[in-house]
């Protein structure tokens, strides 16, 4: 089961801040070695796309096993070469696949972005579909990402998914967001932009002939 939800944004009471180590979180908006963007503390997450997958196990939802190295912790990094790979760490606490972060679908509110995965012409590749009303800029986002083999999100894709001018319009128009190679994206006007090639529209959300 693949649980998509949208993250509490910057000044949620709740919100958790980066440490300057890279590896550490906190809430204390006060602690001296806090990221800062100017004189604003750097949060985790910042109303953006967050991802979790669980198991049906026995009834129950159980969360997803990951193999990481046992001394690190980490999934590809070793803490040295005597590190090796296991379910759990040195301690034997259980490794458990994280919470992943779409950060490209930003500006989230009110829950307002749906996903499906959708079958491509290429045998046994499909893409996740993604529309998000970006409060910032009063638009919907539309994104593209090949699925990955694990049933996630593969960045890093085989290529553009359109080629030619077409393609090249949809990535330019996306130029708050850098998308990678297997992302295409495009910033559609909800209220009065013509899909191209259509004679269909996107009115309030919805697809209307006319």
């Known amino acids: 089961m693949v649980v998509l939800r949208q993250s509490i944004d910057a000044g949620h009471v709740d919100a958790v801040l980066t440490l300057a180590d890279g590896m ?58 005597k590190d090796s790979l296991g379910p759990a760490d040195m301690d034997g606490k259980a490794f ?3 919470t992943q972060e779409l950060d490209l679908i930003r500006n989230l509110t009110g829950g307002r ?19 998000a009303h ?5 638009r919907i986002d539309a994104f593209s990402i090949e699925q990955d083999p694990d049933g996630l999100f593969n960045h890093r894709g085989r290529g553009c998914a ?6 090249a319009g949809a990535w330019a128009s996306n130029t708050s967001n850098e998308p990678a190679d297997g992302i295409s994206a495009l910033r559609i006007d909800p209220w009065q932009r013509r899909l191209s090639g259509s004679q269909r529209r996107l009115v309030a ?4 002939d006319g």
């Open 24 to 81: 550490g979180s906190t809430r204390d908006r006060g602690r001296a070695d806090v990221v800062k963007t100017g004189t604003t503390p750097a949060p985790v997450v910042d109303g953006t796309l967050l991802c979790d997958r669980f198991l049906l196990v026995g009834g129950r939802l159980k969360q997803v096993a990951e193999v990481r190295f046992k001394r690190s912790r980490h999934k590809t990094l070793p803490a040295s070469e």
């Open 96 to 98: 458990f696949e994280p």
């Open 113 to 131: 972005f749906t996903a499906v995965l959708t079958p491509t012409a290429v045998q046994g590749q499909q893409r996740w579909q993604f529309l």
């Open 134 to 138: 970006n409060s910032a800029t009063g």
């Open 162 to 167: 359109a080629n030619g001018p077409a393609a």
């Open 205 to 208: 959300g919805v697809l209307t």
